[in-house]
């Protein structure tokens, strides 16, 4: 049994964004991190001095470990934004100029 089916959701019409220019199924509702998780993308900015990768670490908002750049927007976080039909999703480097 998948996660939605334990919370008897119904979500709407899955649709495609981009991430690195590969497609992804997101669904209504998912933040940009929930529809990369889903997709098996666990790491998607690097730290500015050492490169390292990073993800979700808080999930809510509070930490900036989750920052993407979102059709040319650097600095979202990815935890926040609800992705959107057709959103371009790009990796971000260091401070995302």
Do not use: K
């Not at 997101?26 to 940009?32: D, K, N, R, W, Y």
């Not at 001095?49 to 930490?63: M, N």
Request: include cysteine.
């Amino acid at each position: 049994m998948n996660p939605l089916e334990l919370a008897r959701a119904r979500p709407g019409e899955a649709f495609t964004v981009t991430f690195d220019g590969r497609p992804v199924t997101a669904l209504p509702g998912q933040t940009v991190a929930a529809a990369l998780w889903a997709a098996g993308v666990t790491a998607w900015r690097s730290t500015r001095g050492a490169g390292r990768p990073r993800g979700v670490f808080c999930g809510i908002g509070v930490c900036f470990d989750c920052l993407v750049t979102v059709n040319g927007r650097a600095n979202q976080r990815a935890c926040l934004i609800p992705v959107h039909p057709g959103d371009v999703i790009r990796t971000q480097e260091g401070t995302g100029r």
